[in-house]
């Protein structure tokens, strides 16, 4: 990328961090990790994922919780082995959007506490769907880089 002037460069210690290897893998995984953890407690605890998918009204609920936890393993796994990074990151940013509209619709909500906690949820999980972009987008560049 052609760099304009010395304002536009970045210090030495910070380019030396964004091109080291396992900066990009840490953070993949700071993006994916609590989906990872889900899936495994989900996994080994079925009784109660099958219950906070009744919860949440979704039948059948069996269905939906086997569902959740391949979605919460899967993509993630893709993410962080740069195989179909944007079919990983396509996966969680749709499995995300519904998880908010199902579990943040804040604007059904009476004002308060709850409606509040709930719109910041709603946008927190908007921001996680850009960063599952940025690392699709970013595993493009590196693609067509090679």
């Known amino acids: 990328m052609k760099r ?3 304002l536009d460069r970045e210090p030495h210690f910070v380019d030396t961090i ?3 290897p396992v900066t990009w893998f840490l953070a993949r ?18 009784p109660a994922a099958i219950a906070e998918q009744a919860h949440f009204g979704m039948n059948p609920p ?51 506490q709850e409606r509040f906690m709930a719109t910041n949820a709603f946008f ?10 940025l690392a699709a987008l970013v595993a493009e560049l590196e693609r067509r880089r090679a």
């Open 124 to 133: 927190e999980h908007l921001g996680l769907i850009g960063g599952f972009v």
């Open 62 to 112: 069996a269905l939906w919780a086997a569902l959740t936890i391949a979605i919460e393993l899967v993509g993630p796994i893709l993410i962080l082995t740069c195989r179909f990074v944007w079919l990983g990151a396509g996966m969680l940013s749709v499995f995300t959007l519904l998880a908010a509209v199902t579990a943040n619709a804040f604007w059904a909500m009476p004002q308060g």
């Open 18 to 20: 964004l091109r080291w």
């Open 29 to 46: 995984l700071a993006l994916v990790g609590a989906y990872l953890l889900g899936g495994i407690v989900k996994a080994s605890d079925w």
């Open 4 to 6: 304009n002037g010395a």
